[in-house]
Nanobody, 123 residues
Framework: QVQLVESGGGLVQAGGSLRLSCTAS????????VGWFRQAPGKEREFVSG????????NYADSVKGRFTASRDNDKNAVYLQMNGLKPEDTAVYYC????????????????WGQGTQVTVSS
């Protein structure tokens, strides 16, 4: 059974940090790129970050560049999103998604997705 499980969300004050984790099972994780998307209430889902299958390439939305860092540990079937300098506008449900080899910025290009984790940043 394919599973992507996000964790690490929570409530944090503006300027604070959180580290999201995404753990995978049921598919060949090390052959898959992983993306992070987020969706705030009343807004469309948006691309946040992506890391390709071996961690060699990462990409970020302009809104998070310089603040968020994606990494992965293929031995643990896990991807991480370190979020620093959080802002109230980062408040959203964060989803991890997976597809073979390389990242894309469109959610529909991904094959697997998790249930999401809530991140709330207070001002």
């Amino acid at each position: 059974q394919v599973q992507l499980v996000e964790s690490g969300g929570g409530l944090v004050q503006a300027g604070g940090s959180l580290r999201l984790s995404c753990t995978a099972s049921g598919f060949t994780f090390r052959a898959h790129a992983v993306g992070w998307f987020r969706q705030a209430p009343g807004k469309e889902r948006e691309f946040v970050s992506g890391i390709d299958w071996n961690g060699g390439n990462t990409n970020y939305a302009d809104s998070v560049k310089g603040r968020f860092t994606a990494s992965r540990d293929n031995d643990k079937n896990a991807v991480y999103l370190q979020m620093n300098g959080l802002k109230p506008e980062d408040t959203a449900v964060y989803y991890c998604v997976a597809r073979l080899w390389t990242t894309r910025i469109q959610f529909t290009d991904y094959t697997y997705w998790g249930q999401g984790t809530q991140v709330t940043v207070s001002s």
